[in-house]
């Protein structure tokens, strides 16, 4: 039976964790979790190279399993209370705008 090296990462603000576990082949995301003794940090999503995948997903040899972190801020929230500040100083600047925002040349 063949043996695969998987990576585990998880990070975080300050300093990453990874972990090079070996499992059987035909071993599953949750497989390589329990192995690698980081299946107690995942709350949220988990995947494979940067897509998300299911717990019950297989591994290949050389993959890299995530554990993927709750959003401190949701994105639309953080880009709707930028776009408000950005409104507000612009309409008090005057008739200043920003190169992006500025009329384009034909």
Do not use: C, N
Request: net charge positive.
């Amino acid at each position: 039976m063949a043996v695969l090296k998987v990576e585990v990462v998880y990070a975080l603000p300050e300093r990453e964790d990874s972990i090079v576990v070996a499992v059987p082949a035909g071993a599953t995301v949750r497989d390589v979790l329990e192995k690698s003794g980081l299946i107690d940090l995942v709350r949220d999503k988990i995947g494979i190279f940067g897509k998300v995948v299911p717990a019950d997903a297989p591994v290949a040899d050389g993959d890299r399993v995530e554990i993927y972190r709750p959003l401190a801020v949701d994105p639309k929230q953080a880009r709707r209370a930028r776009a408000a500040t950005y409104t507000t100083r612009s309409r008090r600047a005057g008739s200043v705008r920003s190169p992006s925002r500025a009329p384009r040349r034909r």
